[in-house]
């Protein structure tokens, strides 16, 4: 692709619809930014080369303009000389040195209108390098943000995490303390069940006593 139909294509180019359709837009923009300024310097580079064409021409266009003008006095000289022979002759020079000079200002007109295109193209590449810039900073600042977030939302899930294991961790210490209670409760049941037992034995060993002393006693 050569330079000018590769700078045409970007600079009509929409950087928004490109990046749209584009799996990575970072690559795309970072790759599409380097293009804009390959191409800048390439045109740059012409138009130095242009701008010293026209320098050349126009030095060429003064040298001329410098012989056309001694042609024109020595013609005049030569007429007050009565040499009319001279005069012609110079007048000839003169007209060469004028048709050169023509075709030497075809040349600047196609130089100038070269330069001014080229600074023209430079100065939409430059407009369209600065929006691509902006446009890379942007999906910078966002990738950030979402790089910010995300960590975010993973701490936040690891917070949950950690609190819904800390909390199941204190229900199992309950479940443990509650059972631990009951079974202390049992225990003592069962332990004031067998006192209870040994003093009923005991009241009843002591009825049987008495009644056996009142039996002894009637008889």
Known sequence: MGMFTRMSDIIQANINAILDKAEDPAKVIKLLIQEMEETLVELR????????????????????????????????LAVEKDREDLARAALGEKHLSQQKLSALADEQNIVEESL??????????????????????????????VAVRM???????????DDAIMRFEQYERRIDDLESQVDAYDLVNES????????????????????????????
């Open 151 to 161: 960590t975010v939302k993973n701490r936040v899930h690891s917070v949950k995490i």
């Open 116 to 145: 001014s295109k080229l600074q023209a193209d430079m100065g939409k590449l430059q407009d369209k390098l600065v929006e691509a810039r902006a446009k890379q900073k942007s999906l910078i600042v966002r990738e950030r943000s």
């Open 45 to 76: 580079s012409v138009a130095a080369t242009n701008l010293a064409e026209k320098k050349q021409v126009q030095r060429q266009a003064d040298k001329l303009q410098q012989q056309i003008n001694a042609w024109q006095a020595k013609a005049i």
């Open 192 to 219: 004031q069940g067998l006192h209870a037992q040994f003093n009923q034995l005991e009241a009843e060993s002591q009825i049987e006593q008495e009644l056996e002393a009142l039996r002894k006693k009637v008889a």
